[in-house]
Structures are given as C-alpha cells and as structure tokens.
C-alpha cells in the first residue's frame, strides 16, 4: 500500500522559512516524479514546484522561482520543498503526489498523479 506522508507545516511570519517533507512508502521511489500542489480557501489546486524521477527541478512561475527550492532524497524516500522569504499569499494546504514517470516529460496537472498525501497547511501571517 502506497503511503505519501506531507511534514513540516505551520504558521510562520511573513519573510520567514518552511521546509516541508513529503516521505513515501510502498513505492519505488526513484522511479517517481513527486509534485507539490497547494489550495487555499475557496482556490483551485494549484501545481508549486515538482522534481522529476531524475531530479530535474521544476517551478510554477515567477511567484516562487528564487523563493522556494525543491530537492529529493532517494535514499530516503523523501523530497523537500524548501519555502523562504514567504508571503501571505503563500498561506495555503500544501500536498505531495507522485507520478509513474520514468522517462515521461513531468507534468504540473494534478490529474496525472497517482498517490497524493493527505497535505499540510502553511499560514503565513503579516
């Protein structure tokens, strides 16, 4: 049985740190994609920032290149989302998937992931 498990939430202060973990089980890690989607209140899920199986990184847009800083840990099953300088805008559920995809192109649509974990929120207070 698959198991995604988000870690590291909280409430922070506006240009402070998060570093959110996002652990598996059950899978063959290094053959995955991992994406981070958020949803704030009354929002859509939106894609954040991913890694692919081969450790290429990957970024929304403008909103958080240079703020946030995804990596991953084969060894230990594990990928990082790593969130600073954050903003109120950042306040939000954060959540973990992961995708099948060695040797796919990575995809930021939450529809291509086939194991999500059950989030973390993050509140970012001014």
């Known amino acids: 049985q698959v198991h995604l498990v988000e870690s590291g939430g909280g409430l922070v202060q506006a240009g402070g740190s998060l570093r959110l973990s996002c652990t598996a089980s059950?899978?063959?890690?290094?053959?995955?994609?991992v994406g981070w989607f958020r949803q704030a209140p009354g929002k859509e899920r939106e894609f954040v920032a991913g890694?692919?199986?081969?450790?290429?990184?990957?970024y929304q847009s403008d909103s958080v290149k240079g703020r946030f800083t995804v990596s991953r840990d084969n060894a230990k099953s594990t990928v990082y989302l790593q969130m600073n300088d954050l903003k109120r805008e950042d306040t939000a559920k954060y959540y973990c998937?992961?995708?099948?995809?060695?040797?796919?192109?990575?995809?930021?649509?939450?529809?291509?992931?086939?194991?999500w974990g059950q989030g973390t929120q993050v509140t970012v207070a001014s």
């Open positions: 998937a992961a995708d099948w995809a060695v040797g796919a192109v990575f995809s930021t649509t939450a529809d291509d992931y086939d194991y």
């Open positions: 059950g899978l063959t890690f290094s053959s995955y994609a």
């Open positions: 890694i692919s199986w081969a450790g290429q990184p990957i």
